[in-house]
């Protein structure tokens, strides 16, 4: 008999619903909500492990949760070490929350490998490390990259170079006039 699948409308309701999860919609992430991240990752995460015949279920979860924290949560505001803690963060929130399996629990936990030291340890946790990686560069890019900005920068660095380039010539030459 035919497994029945479950939607990702269906998965995601319960976390959605939450009040505390809720407040990620008000968290600033890669340059759109906190909210709206998770939410990229984790229907990209659903449709791969569907594909992948893996347990899509827990996969799509453990997306939903990955990034469950508030910047005030921290007790410094250096990226590096955010980069490195959330993930723990995230699972405290998320066990807060709702009840979680071993798989949900590890995939939170060991996101931003090898960021973080903790190892992956199922393929449904591979796919949600991944799937976030590829997410983030997309929406940095989309979000963050100002061609306008990158333009004027890119001009200022030409004329500066120019500048030291005439300034180099006109010292190496000062002799010969
Ligand atoms: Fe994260
Ligand atoms: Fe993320």
């Not at 996969?59 to 993930?87: K, M, S, Y």
């Not at 590829?134 to 963050?144: R, S, T, W």
């Not at 306008?148 to 030409?158: E, I």
Request: glycine residues 4%.
């Amino acid at each position: 008999m035919k497994k029945k699948s479950i939607s990702y409308n269906a998965i995601e309701k319960e976390i959605l619903s939450n009040n505390k999860y809720q407040r990620i919609s008000l968290e600033s992430h890669h340059g759109l909500t906190r909210l709206e991240h998770s939410l990229r990752v984790s229907r990209n995460v659903y449709k791969v492990s569907r594909k992948l015949n893996l347990d899509y279920v827990s996969a799509t979860r453990a997306a939903l949760l990955h990034d469950f924290f508030t910047n005030e949560e921290f007790e410094t505001n250096h990226g590096l070490i955010q980069g490195v803690v959330h993930p723990d963060i995230a699972l405290a929130n998320a066990c807060g929350e709702f009840d979680l399996n071993e798989k949900e629990k590890n995939a939170i936990v060991s996101h931003m490998f090898p960021l973080s030291v903790v190892l992956p340890r199922s393929r449904e946790a591979w796919v949600l490390t991944a799937v976030d990686k590829v997410v983030a560069i997309y929406e940095y890019g989309l979000y963050k990259f100002n061609p306008k900005k990158a333009v004027k920068t890119l001009r200022f660095a030409n004329y500066s170079l120019c500048f030291l380039f005439l300034f180099v010539i006109n010292i190496l030459t000062i002799g010969e006039k």
